[in-house]
């Protein structure tokens, strides 16, 4: 009987050839980038493709390559942001590799793809508690701080753990 293993031992092998064409080697700088560059700067760029230049024939094959090119989606409004922080990002990626594989960042502007957060399901009341809140509400007239307030008991109240109730 094998035993299971975990799923990011299998990414590189399921991944591999289309992140090959795009340059990659492997997928650890799309898993890693938010440690790269940073939480903020991860949520508005975005690693595209790795442009490595051609090597010629007459090049000595133990060699290094040339650094590559790395280009990144960035959202327009941090375009600017990220190119003051290029040489910072390509020292980042460089140590992350260990050695000297990035030479310059392109940046191409576009929405950059996030990941939807969970949704966590509305807690479940007990009647009374609902018929508390409600009668809390009453006499609120505006619609939408009504809904707004109710979501808010609602969270409060059905946060709370069963021996600590409070009431709205």
């Known amino acids: 009987m094998r035993k299971p293993r975990p ?13 090959a064409a795009q340059g990659f080697a492997a997928s650890d700088i799309l898993v ?3 440690e790269i560059v940073g939480a903020r700067l991860s949520e508005f ?16 094959p133990d060699r290094r390559p040339e650094p590559a090119t ?21 020292e980042r990626v460089n140590s992350h590799y260990g050695w000297r594989c990035i030479g310059r960042i392109v940046l191409k502007q576009g929405p950059v793809r996030r990941a939807e957060p969970p949704r966590r399901p509305s807690p479940r009341l007990a009647p009374e508690d609902a018929k508390a809140i409600e009668a809390a509400l009453e006499p609120i007239v505006e619609d939408s701080l009504r809904d707004a307030l109710a979501r808010l008991g609602t969270a409060v109240v059905g946060s709370s753990t069963k021996g600590e ?3 709205p």
């Not at 031992?9 to 591999?16: E, F, I, M, R, V």
């Not at 989606?73 to 390509?90: D, G, K, N, T, Y």
């Open 70 to 90: 790395l280009i990144v989606r960035v959202e327009s409004a941090f375009a600017l942001e990220m190119q003051h922080l290029a040489p910072v990002v390509i």
């Open 7 to 19: 799923l990011a031992d299998l990414l590189d092998s399921c991944l591999g050839p289309s992140l």
């Open 45 to 60: 760029t975005q690693p595209v493709r790795v442009q490595w230049k051609r090597r010629s024939s007459g090049i000595d």
């Open 32 to 34: 890693a980038w938010p």
């Open 165 to 167: 109730r409070t009431k």
